[in-house]
């Protein structure tokens, strides 16, 4: 039943906002407001929705950032982008970052509440289904769901929440230099971020883990200024 979707609503246009969120719930669905991306990654970390739906202009963190962090966490919750930022160029940006709609402003009200009701339809189905629970890098194996990773003679490491995190951002863009800083803003989202030397540590333990010889890595690669690039077959 549509009373039962819970749907988490970030626009920090006050007006938009209770516009929208006023006639979502005239269609029967329980709503939870955001107005900037810090307080986004908060409200999602702290209860359950069935639906996100996101601007991409948000004070402190972006939305393109607050759909990445979701992501890394859960790939089965539908994101739907709603932004004045309507180019081809920033569309499929936001889809290739695991949006499921992108609905260009200004839109049809009629349009979006079909979109909601068909995004809700389509994800109603088993929640663990398409997750990356395991992954092979090299000869070693992270386990997402065990929280370990498994080296090539066997051995066993635990994997920390956030190290999974990291390494899943990594994954999900392979291929494409990463900034430091970039990392921690997803990652870490409204949580007191550490230093950039977090994440140079978690490269090196990376390497440890996956590399035959992590004094020359073939995977988790250096980019001078930048940060780091994952290269993968």
């Known amino acids: 039943m549509a009373s039962t979707k819970k749907i988490l ?13 006023l006639n979502l719930e005239l269609e029967g669905y329980q709503v939870v407001c955001a107005q900037t991306g810090e307080e986004a990654i908060k409200l999602y970390s702290n209860s359950k929705f069935d639906l996100v739906i996101l601007d991409v202009m948000l004070p402190e963190i972006d939305g393109y950032a607050v759909c990445e962090h979701i ?12 932004s004045a930022r309507s180019s081809p160029e920033e569309r499929k940006r936001g889809l290739k970052l695991g949006a499921d ?19 809700l339809f389509r994800t109603e189905k088993n929640v663990s289904e398409g997750q990356l629970s395991r992954i092979e890098i090299g000869e070693a194996v992270a386990d997402f769901e065990a929280f370990v ?20 951002m990594l994954i999900s863009r392979k291929g494409e230099a990463i900034n430091r800083n970039e990392i921690l803003d997803v990652v870490w989202g409204n949580e ?31 980019v001078h200024g930048v940060g780091y690039r ?3 077959d």
Not at 73 to 80: A, G, H, I, L, N
Not at 150 to 162: A, D, S, W
């Open 101 to 119: 709609d992108y609905l260009p402003k200004p839109f049809d009200l009629e349009e979006l509440l079909l979109r909601v009701k068909r995004l």
């Open 230 to 232: 994952l290269v993968l």
């Open 9 to 21: 609503f970030v626009e920090d246009e006050e007006h938009l906002q209770s516009v929208i969120s």
């Open 71 to 82: 992501r890394l966490k859960d790939s089965y919750t539908p994101v739907m982008f709603l």
């Open 149 to 168: 990773v498994r080296t090539k003679n066997g051995e066993e490491r635990h994997l920390t929440p956030k190290e999974a995190m990291v390494l899943k």
């Open 192 to 222: 007191n971020p550490p230093g950039t030397r977090t994440i140079d540590n978690f490269l090196v333990q990376f390497r440890k883990d996956f590399e035959p010889d992590p004094k020359n890595p073939q995977y988790f690669k250096s």
